[in-house]
């Protein structure tokens, strides 16, 4: 779904997603160089259009927002980076995961066995 979007929309989209819901003037303020803020609102235009933005009137204007659950966001962006770079394999991804244990403290790893049980539980149901 996102994955689908021109990059700049998807940056609006990621920027909406990490900020909450913004105004034109805080979106351009996050973007990495200076865009017009006619150009912001026609992105978001089309955007609201193809359903990954909603709009609605705020005390500072017109705001945007999501209009998918981040877990949704979450989960399609997640499934294109294991369809593209793990070959479809979501085992290569938590194994290139764990082959970040510098970065993992022993609490990360414990949830993760958590994770796996439950998921392992799961599919004996």
Do not use: C, W
Not at 83 to 108: H, I, K, W, Y
């Amino acid at each position: 779904m996102l994955s689908n979007l021109p990059p700049r929309e998807r940056q609006i989209v990621d920027i909406l997603y990490e900020r909450g819901a913004s105004t034109v003037g805080e979106i351009g303020e996050a973007l990495e160089d200076e865009i017009s803020g006619s150009a912001i609102r026609a992105m978001l235009k089309r955007l609201e259009g193809k359903g990954f933005v909603e709009r609605s009137q705020s005390a500072r204007g017109f705001v945007y927002a999501p209009s998918l659950p981040e877990k949704t966001a979450r989960k399609s962006a997640l499934g294109q980076v294991v369809r593209v770079f793990f070959n479809g394999s979501p085992t290569s991804a938590a194994a290139a995961l764990l082959g970040m244990q510098d970065n993992l403290s022993t609490e990360d790893l414990d949830e993760l066995e958590q994770l796996i049980a439950h998921a392992r539980k799961g599919r004996n149901s």
